[in-house]
Nanobody
């Protein structure tokens, strides 16, 4: 299984970006997908998560500005980031909890490569 993330870049404060992450491989079921971020000198934090049933969670600092969504048919998760702030600058990582075909009913953790988001003031 591979997670391929895209969509990062440089944007001015107040702008928007959309991140995408597509999962591929021998997937039996995706139980959850999420975006984490890590700023320089800080620990990686969960930004947003979406479960198989569609329920979502957000870190307080992005509530009302970011929206996580998922296209189950494409095994893809999106993060729409609006009203971006300089403090949103970080490397964003895609995460998925996946059951693979050879080991169904056992959820495994997968990570994508990071994508840089830089918000200038």
């Amino acid at each position: 299984v591979q997670l391929q993330a895209s969509g990062g870049g440089l944007v001015q404060a107040g702008g928007s970006l959309r991140l995408s992450c597509a999962a591929s491989g021998s997937i039996f079921r995706i139980n959850a997908m999420a975006w984490y971020r890590q700023a320089p000198g800080k620990q990686r934090e969960l930004v947003a998560l979406i479960r198989n049933g569609g329920s979502t969670n957000y870190v307080d600092s992005v509530k009302g500005r970011f929206i996580i969504s998922r296209d189950s048919a494409k095994n893809t998760v999106y993060l729409q980031m609006n009203s971006l702030k300089p403090e949103d600058t970080a490397v964003y990582f895609c995460y998925a909890a996946i059951e693979i075909v050879s080991r169904p009913y056992q959820s495994l953790d997968y990570w994508g490569q990071g994508t840089q988001v830089t918000v200038s003031s």
